[in-house]
Every structure is written in structure tokens, then in C-alpha cells.
């Protein structure tokens, strides 16, 4: 017998309909509440920071292709793979560090945003939502949104990039 069999009809609907947990990467999930406060993202190295870092704009560049291909659920599911990933990095960049932030909170919630409204086009496109559209229309505005994606994930990553550079360079004599 099954876990879900044990319970009654009520309890089954309302743990259909419940929240996914952040990280969750499941097809059910895309498009669906995760409350990230409740899970609070892994700490990163300065070292690993970096590494996290590339990955994440690796695996954001590669959503084009599954974009142009109307690939959604593809997309959808390598979405819910890179929030936890951003999240670390925000804690990362956003600790402040004397007092100040490495990264300022308009760019961390640009891309944070950026990708919300990503993952929420994706699930309207999965799950046909916009019905009377053609697909090559919903097609272009997924990819507006993910070329907006694309370039707040630049930002996030230049301003990374300049605080790790600042940060080797405090504390250091400057000879001449």
C-alpha cells in the first residue's frame, strides 16, 4: 500500500497543491512557490564562490538553447537547478564585509527577478497558459526574458568579479 493511499482524499489534494521545497528539481515545481527563507543557502568559500560563480553563467548561457528549441520543461527543470546556486552566491556577495555589501542589492535582485520571471514564462509555456498564442510568440517573449536574464547575470558577475579584485587588494602596500 502506498504512502498516499493511507490518507484521507483532503489531506492528498492539499499536499498536491503544497509548496516545493527550494532545490526541489522536479517537473511538478517548475513555476511553483519555494519559500527560500526556510532553507537558507550553503556558505561558499571565496575560492568556491568563483567556481559557483562560472557555473552558474555556464548553465544560464546553455538555457538558450533549450529557449530556441521550445524545449520548456528542459528549461524549466535547469532553472530550479540554478536558484539554489544564486542564492549561495547573494549570501556570498551580499555579506557585508566593513560595514558594505560586495555587490549592491539592485543588482542581486535584478538577477534574482530576471530569473523568477523566467521560470514563470517557462510554466506558462508548459503548461499552455497563453493557448491562443502562437508558439514562435511565446517563444520570443521567453527569450526576451532570458536575454534580460543574460544581462543582469553579467552584472552580477562583473560586480562579483570587481569585489573579488578589491578585496586582494586591501590590506596590500602599494609601492610608487
Known amino acids: 500500500m502506498g ?10 489534494e492539499k499536499a498536491a ?20 527563507g526556510y532553507s537558507p543557502p550553503r556558505t561558499l568559500t ?3 564562490a568563483k567556481v559557483e ?5 555556464v548553465m544560464v548561457a546553455g538555457l538558450e538553447v533549450g529557449v ?3 524545449r520548456w520543461d528542459e528549461v524549466g527543470l ?7 546556486k544564486l542564492k549561495a552566491l547573494q549570501k556570498h556577495y551580499l555579506m557585508a564585509e566593513k560595514g558594505r ?5 539592485d543588482t542581486s535582485i535584478r538577477v534574482e527577478r530576471a ?3 523566467m521560470e514563470m514564462m517557462v510554466a506558462d509555456a508548459m503548461r499552455g497558459a497563453d493557448a491562443k498564442a502562437p508558439p514562435i510568440l511565446i517563444q520570443v517573449n521567453v527569450l526576451q526574458t532570458y536575454k534580460e536574464l543574460v544581462a543582469s547575470m553579467d552584472a552580477f558577475a562583473a560586480a562579483a568579479a570587481s569585489a573579488d579584485a578589491n578585496k586582494g587588494r586591501r590590506g596590500v602596500l602599494r609601492l610608487g
Request: net charge negative.
Open 3 to 12: 504512502l498516499g493511499l493511507a490518507f484521507p482524499a483532503v489531506f492528498q
Open 17 to 36: 497543491n503544497a509548496a516545493c521545497l527550494p532545490g526541489e528539481v522536479d517537473l511538478e515545481c517548475i513555476g511553483v512557490f519555494k519559500d527560500y
Open 46 to 48: 571565496p575560492a568556491d
Open 53 to 57: 560563480l562560472e557555473s552558474t553563467r
Open 68 to 70: 530556441l528549441a521550445s
Open 78 to 84: 535547469s532553472i530550479l537547478e540554478v536558484f539554489p
Open 101 to 105: 555589501p560586495a555587490i549592491d542589492d
Open 115 to 117: 530569473l523568477f520571471d
